[in-house]
């Protein structure tokens, strides 16, 4: 199984990637992850507007080995792509389409997530060769709003990002959902306790599957 199909399907079958954003301490952000993979969810977006993202990520890479799929976020442009992929980044999710920048991903063999929210940025996305896109920003419309471009774009794997909770993750499945992107619901500061972390990502962890 080559990369891209493999970071697919542990995102798929893992149904959550934890987006970590914001300025954490370098450790602190190690300890973070962790205690995401404790609680089951064992898929990372570091978001490249975060401080130290690329030296972020490639120690994640070091720390989790082939226990975690670290990802990059917020991924916008070319250069970004290659200074992720160059850190380590398993795959990549972006807030948009940039045609340079999934041309890339495709050149090198690594599952990128553009960013889309109506049926033809989803179709511009799909037609380009991905097949699992980012639904941005989700609780703008909803669940209703998801079911809706699933109907004619039923070979489109969406996985919605923005006001995902455990609260939710059942409808949006209901409604076609393949995984969820799950940011400020989870991880929401530096100093968070990690215990609290932990509980939050086995609650995300166990809805998804509840909801298969």
């Keep these: ?52 993202a690329l030296e972020g990520i490639a120690a994640l890479r070091r720390q989790a080995g082939d226990d975690m799929l670290i990802g990059a976020g917020t991924v916008r442009t070319l250069e970004e792509v290659n200074a992720a992929l160059d850190a380590g980044a398993q795959f990549l999710v972006s807030p948009n389409f940039d045609p340079a920048s999934v041309a890339r991903s495709q050149e090198v063999g690594v599952l990128h997530l553009p960013g889309v929210f109506t049926a033809s940025e989803a179709q511009t996305a799909y037609a380009a ?34 006001g995902i909770e455990a609260a939710n993750i059942v409808e949006y499945v209901r409604a076609g959902a393949v995984a969820f992107g799950v940011g400020s619901s989870l991880v929401k500061s530096a100093d968070q306790d990690l215990a609290d972390l932990r509980e939050k990502a086995a609650r995300l962890a166990a809805a998804f599957q509840a909801a298969q």
Aim: hydrophobic share 45%; charged share 20%.
């Design 1 to 52: 199984m080559n990369l891209h199909s493999k970071a697919a399907t542990q995102i798929r079958q893992t149904g959550i990637i934890a987006i970590i954003r914001g300025d954490f301490p370098f450790e602190r952000l190690l300890a973070i992850a962790g205690a995401i993979a404790e609680g089951g969810v064992s898929v990372v977006e570091v978001t490249l507007n975060s401080r130290g």
């Design 129 to 162: 060769g991905c097949q699992m896109v980012k639904l941005f920003p989700a609780d703008a419309l909803g669940p209703r709003y998801l079911k809706a471009l699933r109907a004619p774009l039923n070979d489109i794997d969406f996985v919605p990002t923005g």
